[in-house]
T-cell receptor, first 116, second 117 residues
Framework: DAGVIQSPRHEVTEMGQEVTLRCKPI?????LFWYRQTMMRGLELLIY????????DSGMPEDRFSAKMPNASFSTLKIQPSEPRDSAVYFC??????????????FGPGTRLTVL | AQKVTQAQTEISVVEKEDVTLDCVYE???????LFWYKQPPSGELVFLIR??????QNEISGRYSWNFQKSTSSFNFTITASQVVDSAVYFC??????????????FGKGTHLIIQP
């Protein structure tokens, strides 16, 4: 299995620009998560989807952030406009929401975002 | 609200020593899951173990072992005969079980483990 795929792996942009991060979950997984990792705040959950439906977006920092999951094999996290404080590593993870492997979340390699 | 505390920010030991990483959690739910993840210098997050709140049996996997004690709300991780390749940041995490599908993880701040040759 290819694992969780994220693109791009690195993104450098200027303040005010729109940024779109992409994620392909493991085939057959029905839950998808977006996390952010910073030195100051550690690993924090931004939003997650079960069966393509957003369940909890309380971790999304503000209205500049939005996430979509149009189908079971693709999700995006968009930041517009981006700000320097958004600089972080953004991880996508997926899991089965049922069964003996319940909630064993497998993470993608992350996208390192730098906003200048 | 749920919370995970890893009080040890950094631990440094010499190779072949045993080392224990502490994890204390808080939750109001009676059904929940505990996890450990490893983040090596390359940056990826590697799943190590998941335990549910109804299973307090200790688990051993090679040089790794986990001790889950509900009485003290702890889920500690021990590496026996540590090796340089064990050097990484280790995260403890918690999720509650909503019953409607998977749930997001609440992570501790992580413990940076340094194994010196």
């Amino acid at each position: 299995d290819a694992g969780v795929i994220q693109s791009p792996r690195h993104e450098v942009t200027e303040m005010g620009q729109e940024v779109t991060l992409r994620c392909k979950p493991i085939s057959g997984h029905n839950s998808l998560f977006w996390y952010r990792q910073t030195m100051m705040r550690g690993l924090e959950l931004l939003i997650y989807f079960n069966n393509n439906v957003p369940i909890d977006d309380s971790g999304m920092p503000e209205d500049r952030f939005s996430a979509k999951m149009p189908n079971a094999s693709f999700s995006t996290l968009k930041i517009q406009p981006s700000e320097p404080r958004d600089s972080a590593v953004y991880f996508c993870a997926s899991t089965l929401g049922r069964g003996s492997s319940y909630n064993e979340q497998f993470f993608g390699p992350g996208t390192r975002l730098t906003v200048l | 609200a749920q919370k995970v505390t890893q009080a040890q920010t950094e631990i440094s030991v010499v190779e072949k020593e045993d080392v224990t990483l502490d994890c204390v959690y808080e939750t109001r739910d009676t059904t929940y899951y505990l996890f450990w993840y490893k983040q090596p210098p390359s940056g990826e997050l590697v799943f190590l173990i998941r335990r549910n709140s109804f299973d307090e049996q200790n688990e051993i996997s090679g040089r790794y072992s986990w001790n889950f004690q509900k009485s003290t709300s702890s889920f500690n991780f021990t590496i026996t005969a540590s090796q340089v390749v064990d050097s990484a940041v280790y995260f403890c995490a918690l999720s509650e079980a909503s019953g409607g599908g998977a749930d997001g993880l609440t992570f501790g701040k992580g413990t940076h483990l340094i194994i010196q040759p």
